[in-house]
């Protein structure tokens, strides 16, 4: 059971544009969401997260929104700059644990 | 945040033998977490390592194939036993801070 899904295994943008990437979960237990980007050859870094008691959180060009009744997440990046092109991972703890359970990711591309 | 230093970095290896990982963490730890993610997958928790107890692992993965050791608070290191060509992954160790996963920069492991 994937607990965690990002749909769109990839994604181009056009440089200076706004990039969405999605995020679906199905365990209603989950109260905190982080986002990471993965550069090929690096671990993946931690970008921004939220708690299940906001529903938007900014921190420079990256919002992250979450639609806890429709169990989605939402990482915003705007102006979207070449640099960012990395996969993006959302990830959740599990209730209680340090078990975090990530999506598949979706590989950002954008365009110059 | 934590800074980690995980090598190798990467090696091919041929199916039988065995690789040792080795990750050290800049600050003294209770917790660190080896994570595999496997081709085009998911980051998936191969075992949590505590320091002066067993490793805990998760469903899937048994210490005769991931022995883990975790002789102190900022070392710890992880083997890939009897490797198959479905071994072939990257590893990555990490520590949870604020609630947020910081990772090692990874091993690139290519069985043949």
């Known amino acids: 059971d994937q607990q965690v899904k990002q749909n769109s295994p990839s994604l181009s943008v056009q440089e200076g544009r706004i990039s969405i990437l999605n995020c679906d979960y199905t365990n209603s237990m989950f109260d905190y969401f982080l986002w990471y980007k993965k550069y090929p050859a690096e671990g993946p870094t931690f970008l921004i997260s939220?708690?299940?008691?906001?529903d938007k959180n900014e921190d420079g060009r990256f919002t992250v929104f979450l639609n806890k009744s429709a169990k989605h997440l939402s990482l915003h990046i705007v102006p979207s700059q070449p640099g960012d092109s990395a996969v993006y991972f959302c990830?959740?703890?599990?209730?209680?644990?340090?078990?975090?359970?990530f999506g598949t990711g979706t590989r950002l591309k954008v365009l110059a | 945040s934590a800074v980690i230093s995980q090598k190798p970095s990467r090696d091919i290896c041929q199916r039988g033998t065995s690789l040792t990982i080795q990750c050290q963490v800049d600050?003294?730890?209770?917790?660190m977490f080896w994570y595999r993610q496997q081709p085009g997958q998911s980051l998936t928790l191969i075992a949590t390592a505590n320091q002066g107890s067993e490793a805990t692992y998760e469903s899937g993965f048994v210490i005769d194939k991931f022995p883990i050791s975790r002789p102190n608070l900022t070392f710890s290191t992880l083997t890939v036993s009897n490797m198959s060509p479905e071994d072939s992954s990257i590893y990555l160790c990490s520590v949870v801070e604020n609630e947020k996963l910081f990772f090692g920069s990874g091993t690139q492991l290519s069985v043949l």
């Open positions: 939220i708690s299940s008691i906001k």
């Open positions: 600050s003294q730890v209770t917790m």
């Open positions: 990830a959740a703890p599990t209730s209680g644990t340090y078990k975090y359970i």
